[in-house]
Structure formats: C-alpha cells, structure tokens
C-alpha cells in the first residue's frame, strides 16, 4: 500500500514539474511572438531595431522571469496556463502602444508621449503587486472573514471620486479616478476586487437564504421578497454610481458580476430573470434622466450622425476596423492613431485595423483560455468561497472584455471601460494582475496534492484467511 501511495504522490510532483516546464515554454512563446511583433512594426515604419526597443523587450522577459519565478515558489501547483495568457496580452497591449507612440512621434516630435515606457513601469509595478499577493495571501480562505470589512472599503473607493471636486476627479465627464500631481489612480479598478471578495462571502454564509423558494410562478421558483435584500443592494449601488460618478462602465460591471455570483450560488434561474427586470427598469431610468446616458444611447445608434460631436471617436474606430477587414493592414501600416484614445478605450480598434479580424480573433482566444481556465479552477477547488471568488473574478473579466469590444464593434454603447492587460493604464494594470495572482492562489489550493495517510500496518494472519491454514497445513 505504502509503495501506491508513494507512487502516486510521484506522479502527482512530476505532473507538477511538467506544469511549470510547460509555463516556461508558454512565457518563452509569448517573448517570441510580442520580440516578432515588435521587430515588424518596426520595419514597417522604415525604422532600424533600434537599442531602446532591445531594452524594452529585455525588460518584458526580465519582468516574466520574475513572475515565473514567483509562481514557481509561492504557488508551485497553480495552473500552468494563466501567467503565460496574461503576459502575452500584456505583450501586445506594449506593443501596440509603443507603435502608437511611433506615430505620434513622426507627428510632432517635440511634444511625443513614451507611454510604452510609463506601461512597462505599471507592468514591474502590477507583477510586484502579484508577487506580494501571492505570499501574503497564503490561504485564500483567509479573506472570507473580512467580507464586510473589504466590502466597506470596497464603497469607501467607489465614493472617494464623487467626493472630490471635478478638478479631482473628472476625465472626460467620468468621476471615477483621483487626479493627483503627475499620475492619477481609478480606484474602481481595485474597488470591484474588494466587493466581489465581500460578495462571495456574505453568499456563502447566507446561502440558504437565497436558496430558500418562494412562490412558484410559470415553472419558476421565486426567491422571497425579503431574501431580495443583496441584489436590490447592488442594483442601487450601480445606479449611485451611475448618477454620481457619471460611470456606465462600472455600474454595469458591478451588477452583471453579482448577479452572476448569486446565480452560481442558487443555479436559480429566477435570479437571472429578477436581474434582467431590473436592468431594463433600471436603464430606462437612466436614459429618461440623465442626459449623458442619453448621448452615449444616440451616438451609439447613429455615430456618423454626431460624427462633428461625440460620435467621431466611435465613427473613427469603426473606420479602423473596416480598414483592416480580415487580414488586416499590418503592423506599422494602419493610422489608429486618428482615434481619440486609440491606446486606452479604443485600443480594440488599433488591434483590428492593423491585425485584421483574424488578429482580433487570435487574442479573443488568448481571453477565452484565461477565463476558461479560471472557471475550471472554480469548478475544482474544494471550498464554496473559493469556487464563488474565482467564478466572481473570471466573470469580470469576461464582462469587462465584452463591454469593451461590443462598445468599439458597436454592438452596445460606449461605457468607458478598458481592455484587461492590453490597454494603457496603471490602476488597469495593477487591478488585474491582483486578480491573476488571487487566481494562482486558488489554483494552487485546487491542484495541490492530498497528504497520504499512511494505514496501520495489517497483521499477516489478517492479510490473509487462508494464509494461516496453509502455513499451519
């Protein structure tokens, strides 16, 4: 018995190397191809591969190889599949910032941004982040006893903004950041992680209220009217948002993801129905109110309409992507840069004008793996609270990726939100690589072997009935 159970933690250990071997190869694919991308982008913009770009890709491998490293001490069991996908969009979020700023360098010199190098920084400063997650949070289990605390603090950041005066606070209309001397900060970024954590808590200890059914109605088992307390909570805390903070983006995001936490939870359909009701009444509201809901709904319906006005960022972005069609122009051979905001809100159109719908699908799928596996983490871990955070935390990427390309493709309004690890922005940045290193901290309790215990040795009379008579015979 004892040489199965040594064999089995042997496998489990080398499929645990293979896991890491297998990062490593993943890391070294997403260096090839971000060096490659960025080597072509060059070229095409009839530039040699100059030393600041050679300085630039050996910061990015030096920033994973400490990453890996991290993993490889701190969660040596986690999914071998979630650091390579973020880096690599992260990579191509760096590349196709630094061809911007190419191009706004042939424009005016004088005056030439070097976001590329700003992004790098965030990208040493979010991996830091990961890295200090990672070994202060030793057991993700820890964070359910703070849920109320951490949702506190997670309403305390989501107010800070509406608080501030608009030279504080206010970029575009939005109040959602805190302006400060030489960089500014979005605090929603790190307030949806602190409320899904709370959230996933509270659903845990209070599961059998939402569980517990009502009045059933066509089929359908409907929660009680008293047990609708956390989601009306949420409906209201995203319309606060949305009146105060002027931010559709994230009221959005907020409530899609605990509506989507409570029905993980309950495996209700009533909940997902009660949600969309109050959704529709709730952006019905909206647009008959506020009137910057109601620009974004007309731009929205007809961009070439307010082209002079608020539909020329959304006209010249659709514009981009029928430029690159399938194939795409190339890389250093498109002009994204004739979007406003073309790296942060719009940076979805810069990828399809150069990389072409095939580009666009190619880092769909790099998401789709993310998420994928973050949900096969949810489905493994052991724990409830750990199945509800990861489920929470893959979801509002998922959210957050559809908002943005369905806003740029015209398939939903415009809300403002950015593209996870490709878009420019520190707090982005820094939010979700939090996220990834939560994620690595559930898989490594989900893919961490069981301790075998070893069973009492047997006696020889009792390993056998008939042992003793053949002896004795």
């Known amino acids: 018995m004892s040489k199965v159970l040594d064999s089995i933690r042997q496998r489990r250990q080398a499929g645990n190397e293979g896991g890491r071997w297998s990062e490593i190869g993943l890391l070294l694919f997403a260096v090839i191809i971000v060096g490659f991308a960025a080597a072509v982008t060059m070229m095409s913009l009839e530039q040699s591969i100059t030393v600041d770009l050679l300085w630039l890709l050996a910061g990015y491998f030096g920033l994973l190889a400490i990453a890996h490293a991290a993993v490889r001490i701190f969660a040596p069991y986690s999914d071998p599949y979630l650091l390579p996908c973020a880096a690599l969009l992260n990579g191509i979020g760096l590349v196709v910032i630094y061809r911007l700023d190419l191009a706004e360098q042939a424009m005016d010199p004088e005056n030439a941004s070097f976001d590329v190098v700003r992004q790098l920084m965030w990208t040493l400063l979010g991996i830091v982040a990961m890295v200090v997650t990672l070994i202060a949070l030793r057991d993700h289990r820890i964070l359910a006893k703070f849920g109320y605390t951490l949702g506190f603090a997670g309403l305390v950041l989501l107010a800070i903004p509406t608080i501030l005066p608009s030279r504080f606070s206010e970029i575009n209309g939005a109040k959602n950041w805190i302006l400060l001397p030489g960089f500014s900060i979005q605090p929603g970024e790190f307030s ?4 899904i954590i709370s959230m996933a808590a509270i659903l845990v200890s209070k599961r059998s209220l939402f569980a517990t059914a009502g009045k059933r109605v066509f089929g359908l088992d409907l929660p ?9 909570l949420a409906w209201m805390l995203s319309l606060v948002v949305l009146v105060f903070n002027s931010d559709l983006g994230t009221s959005l995001l907020i409530f899609a993801t605990v509506l989507t936490m409570i029905y993980t939870a309950t495996e209700k359909v009533s909940w997902l129905l009660i949600g969309v009701v109050l959704f529709a009444i709730g952006a019905t509201f909206a647009y008959f109110t506020f009137g910057h809901v109601r620009v974004r709904v007309e731009t929205w319906i007809d961009p070439l309409g307010f082209y002079d006005g608020t539909g020329y960022q959304l006209s010249q972005g659709l514009f981009g992507l029928a430029t690159g069609g399938v194939g795409g122009t190339g890389l250093g051979n498109g002009r994204p840069q004739q979007v406003p905001f073309a790296n942060t809100d719009f940076i979805t159109a810069s990828i399809g004008e150069e990389l072409g719908l095939i580009g666009l699908i190619a880092v769909m799928l790099v998401y789709a793996i993310f998420i994928m596996r973050s949900i096969r983490i949810a489905l493994s871990v052991r724990d409830s609270f750990g199945k509800l955070l990861a489920t929470g935390l893959a979801f509002t990427i998922a959210v957050q990726l559809f ?18 690890f490709v878009a420019y922005g520190g707090s982005s940045l820094l939010a979700n690589y939090i996220i990834l290193a939560i994620l690595l901290r559930i898989s490594n309790e989900a893919r961490t072997p069981t301790p075998a215990v070893a069973s009492p040795a047997m006696p020889p009379a009792a390993a056998s009935p008939g042992a003793g008579r053949r002896a004795g015979a």
């Open 403 to 420: 908002v943005v390309v369905g806003g740029v493709s015209r398939l939903i309004p415009m809300t403002g939100l950015t593209m996870p």
């Open 224 to 232: 009680r009217a008293r047990d609708l307390g956390p989601v009306l």
């Open 192 to 195: 949806k992680i602190l409320l």
